[in-house]
């Protein structure tokens, strides 16, 4: 694999690579994607898990278009354990599929700053991710997310980063990612793996 003759450059980097080299999946439907996200963040992969299955369950398996989404009461959503924040969340993108368009030839062409300013319009959907899901939906190989804390964790602990002063700790971060480009989504997973606190995906 390219990615990790371009990793093991840093010496650092190159101490934790080790097995199966990874290979980035591509998801056509961004739409799920993006609700299924929203619907897992803040829970453990378990629960994650049990939530993502009742949400299918309300159509009979299969993943919903947006217009599907908007027909659900409100409450059905509320009943599978999602706050009422996540409803309206999933119900807006839902919403800025339908009005705005979401779909994978769309956001192809864009670049990931792009994709980042376009779905971080949605309320509900931050930075992060959108990062998330350039790396696991749209299988983009550069993208760094330095806000993500378990990549923080990792860097503070491999390269021995002082974290007292946020920014400059983010400006250190963003400096030593410049030597994994145009390989950065592979460094993250990478670190996550090492560090074993890696996004459920």
Aim: a positive charge.
């Amino acid at each position: 694999m390219l990615y990790l003759e371009q990793l093991s450059l840093d010496k650092k980097m190159a101490s934790i690579l080790d097995g199966e080299p990874y290979t980035l999946k591509k998801q056509k439907r961004i739409d799920f994607y993006l609700c299924s996200s929203i619907m897992s963040q803040q829970l453990s992969v378990k629960v994650a898990a049990v939530i993502k299955q009742r949400f299918l369950a309300l159509y009979e398996g299969n993943p919903p278009i947006p217009q599907q989404i908007l027909d659900t009461p409100f409450e059905s959503l509320r009943g599978i354990g999602l706050s009422n924040a996540k409803v309206n969340y999933i119900q807006n993108v839902a919403r800025f599929a339908m009005e705005q368009g979401m779909d994978w030839k769309k956001l192809e062409k864009l670049s990931n700053e792009e994709v980042i300013i376009y779905l971080t319009q949605i309320k509900g959907v931050g930075r992060w991710t959108v990062e998330m899901l350039l790396m696991f939906a749209m299988g983009r190989e550069d993208v760094f997310a330095v806000d993500d804390l378990g990549i923080q964790m990792a860097m503070k602990k491999l390269y021995k980063l002082d974290d007292s002063d946020k920014k400059t700790f983010k400006e250190k971060m963003l400096k030593i990612s410049k030597k994994w480009a145009p390989y950065r989504t592979y460094a993250c997973i990478h670190l996550w793996k090492w560090k074993d606190n890696g996004p459920a995906v």
